[in-house]
């Protein structure tokens, strides 16, 4: 699958239109993350192949996104991102969290599970 690239039209589309709405409500039924990012980053390019990893390991549970605060300066402004990277975890319910710096894949691996999948693995057992 990989990460996902994104931009404002998709997501409006995908993700959330906050044109129409000021309420958060999160259009897919798979969560998600979004990595704020720029090219010439350092931490979000030490951060890039661990969640290309992640996207492999979560195929079909979680989509991975990569916004470019460069090009998407909107985006990066509608969600007041100051520091690089920056990741937004969006559950199915509720309201996303954002984590700021390269955390480590087993970072990364416990805020998808607790986060993202929680609800799913306690509506299932």
Do not use: H
């Not at 998709?10 to 044109?19: R, T």
């Not at 990595?35 to 030490?46: L, N, Q």
């Not at 920056?86 to 894949?105: N, R």
């Amino acid at each position: 699958m990989a990460t996902i690239k994104l931009d404002k039209e998709k997501f409006l589309s995908d993700i959330f239109d906050y044109d129409k709405s000021t309420e958060w409500k999160y259009k897919d039924d798979i969560p998600a993350v979004i990595d704020f990012y720029a090219d010439w980053c350092g931490p979000c390019k030490m951060i890039a192949p661990v969640l290309e990893e992640l996207s492999e390991e979560f195929k079909g549970k979680v989509k991975i996104y990569k916004l470019d605060t460069e090009v998407e300066q909107e985006l990066a402004a509608v969600f007041n991102i100051r520091s690089i990277p920056s990741l937004l975890f969006i559950p199915k319910e509720g309201q996303p969290q954002m984590l700021t710096g390269a955390l480590p894949k087993n970072s990364l691996e416990k805020v998808i599970k607790d986060v993202l999948l929680k609800t799913e693995t306690e509506v299932n057992s």
